[in-house]
């Protein structure tokens, strides 16, 4: 089973892409998308040296189950004992879960579906689904309740601070 990555201007590496494979026999997931690669570059030159660049990439996944029950321990070890051309952090949801976060509207999951890179499907059809619209209009309540919470947070952290100043206790002990 070869896995076809969808953007052909950056294509994903050999390496990974024999992972992804190694992936799928352990685990059967019906999805996986690549939405964040970051890549350090490590460059060294000298007289007594050979000039040495190497790139690291760091690669997160999400990975779209058919069963609810968590296994992202598991997948996170797999990624760490299998994969040694960089790093891999990867994320294992239920199917069921992820299309109650997209009925809830979260901003997380409906970015990734919308823009991440599907590097695998179980039906083989590597095309993108329909977009799934997000209403930023919907979370004003649930940003307006964290807001509320951390707003009295703050208040207690600047009282507190206040206190101290005015009583000149100035160390942190």
């Given at each position: 089973?070869?896995?076809?990555?969808?953007?052909?201007?950056?294509?994903?590496?050999?390496?990974?892409?024999?992972?992804?494979?190694?992936?799928?026999?352990?685990?059967?997931?019906?999805?996986?998308?690549?939405?964040?690669?970051?890549?350090?570059?490590?460059?060294?030159r000298?007289?007594?040296?050979?000039?040495?660049?190497?790139?690291?990439?760091?690669?997160?996944?999400?990975?779209?189950?058919?069963?609810?029950?968590?296994?992202?321990?598991?997948?996170?070890?797999?990624?760490?004992?299998?994969?040694?051309?960089?790093?891999?952090?990867?994320?294992?949801?239920?199917?069921?879960?992820?299309?109650?976060c997209?009925?809830?509207?979260?901003?997380?999951?409906?970015?990734?579906?919308?823009?991440?890179?599907?590097?695998?499907?179980?039906?083989?059809?590597?095309?993108?689904?329909?977009?799934?619209?997000?209403?930023?209009?919907?979370?004003?309540?649930?940003?307006?309740?964290?807001?509320?919470h951390?707003?009295?947070?703050?208040?207690?952290?600047?009282?507190?601070?206040?206190?101290?100043?005015?009583?000149?206790?100035?160390?942190?002990?």
């Amino acid at each position: 089973m070869a896995v076809a990555n969808l953007n052909r201007k950056e294509s994903i590496s050999a390496q990974l892409n024999l992972f992804i494979e190694l992936l799928v026999k352990k685990f059967e997931p019906l999805k996986i998308y690549s939405f964040c690669r970051i890549i350090k570059s490590n460059s060294r030159r000298g007289c007594f040296i050979t000039c040495v660049e190497k790139d690291e990439p760091h690669y997160f996944l999400l990975m779209i189950m058919e069963s609810s029950t968590r296994n992202e321990h598991e997948a996170q070890d797999f990624c760490r004992s299998h994969f040694n051309e960089g790093k891999i952090t990867i994320l294992s949801h239920g199917v069921e879960t992820i299309k109650e976060c997209i009925q809830k509207n979260n901003r997380f999951f409906i970015t990734i579906l919308n823009e991440g890179r599907l590097l695998y499907n179980s039906t083989g059809i590597l095309a993108q689904d329909t977009e799934i619209k997000f209403d930023p209009s919907q979370n004003f309540e649930k940003a307006k309740k964290h807001f509320e919470h951390r707003i009295k947070l703050a208040q207690g952290f600047l009282d507190a601070a206040a206190d101290s100043y005015a009583n000149q206790h100035y160390t942190i002990a």
